[in-house]
T-cell receptor, first 117, second 113 residues
Framework: EAGVAQSPRYKIIEKRQSVAFWCNPISGHATLYWYQQILGQGPKLLIQFQNNGVVDDSQLPKDRFSAERLKGVDSTLKIQPAKLEDSAVYLC???????????????FGEGSWLTVV | DQQVKQNSPSLSVQEGRISILNCDYTNSMFDYFLWYKKYPAEGPTFLISISSIKDKNEDGRFTVFLNKSAKHLSLHIVPSQPGDSAVYFCAALRRGATNKLIFGTGTLLAVQP
């Protein structure tokens, strides 16, 4: 079974520029998460989708971050304009609807590393 | 508001000895607690979990203990192996509409050969 795919793996941009990250979840997984992990901190949930609907985006800085999950499969996370404090690893994760409640079947991708200079 | 805390940023143990990683939480409404392991340049991978109605769960070399009165859980690895060297994240989940995982800050475990 293929895992969660993310791209690009690494990105360096200047502040005020824009960047987009792409995620392809495990086939059939209805729930998709985007987490932000700043160096020295634990992953923080930015947004959670159930199919193509947003379930939780309470910690998404909506003035600069946006995310979409068209057709309930792939997802894109965009940052515009980027700030220095956005430097982090952006982790995508997915889970099947019936397993989500226990948490032990949330699968993470390898992450997209962003450096804003 | 840090609901899940890992107060030890790093831990070093000798191969073959026990590793004990600790985690504290503040919200008594959490339903599950999980441990994730993360190698550099990889995403976190699930290690072991425990329901809030249990006080112990064991899987091979890994055992998680939950003390609800103290709002504390710990992960024991016995015996520790060099391949266990990684960052370990404690996470908590409350069942509901969102089933959101809340992570601690992580503990870097180094197992010395």
């Amino acid at each position: 079974e293929a895992g969660v795919a993310q791209s690009p793996r690494y990105k360096i941009i200047e502040k005020r520029q824009s960047v987009a990250f792409w995620c392809n979840p495990i086939s059939g997984h209805a729930t998709l998460y985007w987490y932000q992990q700043i160096l020295g901190q634990g992953p923080k949930l930015l947004i959670q989708f159930q199919n193509n609907g947003v379930v939780d985006d309470s910690q998404l800085p909506k003035d600069r971050f946006s995310a979409e999950r068209l057709k309930g499969v792939d997802s894109t996370l965009k940052i515009q304009p980027a700030k220095l404090e956005d430097s982090a690893v952006y982790l995508c994760a997915s889970s099947s609807l019936r397993d989500t409640f226990s948490g032990n079947t949330i699968y993470f991708g390898e992450g997209s590393w962003l450096t804003v200079v | 508001d840090q609901q899940v805390k890992q107060n030890s940023p790093s831990l070093s143990v000798q191969e073959g000895r026990i590793s004990i990683l600790n985690c504290d939480y503040t919200n008594s409404m959490f339903d599950y607690f999980l441990w994730y392991k993360k190698y550099p340049a990889e995403g976190p991978t699930f290690l072991i979990s425990i329901s809030s109605i249990k006080d112990k769960n064991e899987d091979g070399r890994f055992t998680v203990f939950l003390n609800k009165s103290a709002k504390h859980l710990s992960l024991h690895i016995v015996p520790s192996q060099p391949g266990d060297s990684a960052v370990y994240f404690c996470a908590a989940l409350r069942r509901g509409a969102t089933n959101k995982l809340i992570f601690g800050t992580g503990t870097l475990l180094a197992v010395q050969p």
